[in-house]
């Protein structure tokens, strides 16, 4: 496993920009699947974007799609998600999460997370 630290949440209007990151500790995350996830209040944990180890294959969730960006640095342990036109139903706690095995976007084949930052978008 390895331990995940996110970073860059805070509250902005509709409309605006913010740029998450997550930094990992560990030797190996050049070897781990990163993902970007998203809980709203009362709402199931959904995938926000999937980058492979190399960042050679991405996937992003349909409701993001062209508005987000998912990009890693394996030199600094990093994987970073630029959001751009955000919207109010944006707004949730964003996790990152490891996944050493596919390029999944079920949240069951991640095994380590970070501890959420908050995102809120206002209209």
């Known amino acids: 496993q390895v331990h995940l630290v996110e970073s860059g949440g805070g509250s902005v209007q509709a409309g605006g920009s913010l740029r998450l990151s997550c930094a990992a500790s560990?030797?190996?995350?050049?070897?781990?699947?990163m993902g970007w996830f998203r809980q709203a209040p009362g709402k199931e944990r959904e995938y926000v974007a999937v980058?492979?180890?190399?960042?050679?294959?991405?996937r992003y969730a349909d409701s993001v799609k062209g508005r987000f960006t998912i990009s890693r640095d394996n030199a600094k342990n990093t994987v970073f998600l630029q959001m751009n036109s955000l919207k109010p139903e944006d707004t949730a706690v964003y996790y990152c999460?490891?996944?050493?095995?596919?390029?999944?976007?079920?949240?069951?084949?991640?095994?380590?997370w970070g501890q959420g930052t908050q995102v809120t978008v206002s209209s």
């Open positions: 999460a490891a996944n050493s095995e596919t390029l999944a976007t079920a949240a069951s084949y991640f095994d380590s």
């Open positions: 560990g030797r190996t995350f050049s070897s781990y699947v």
């Open positions: 980058i492979s180890w190399n960042g050679g294959r991405i």
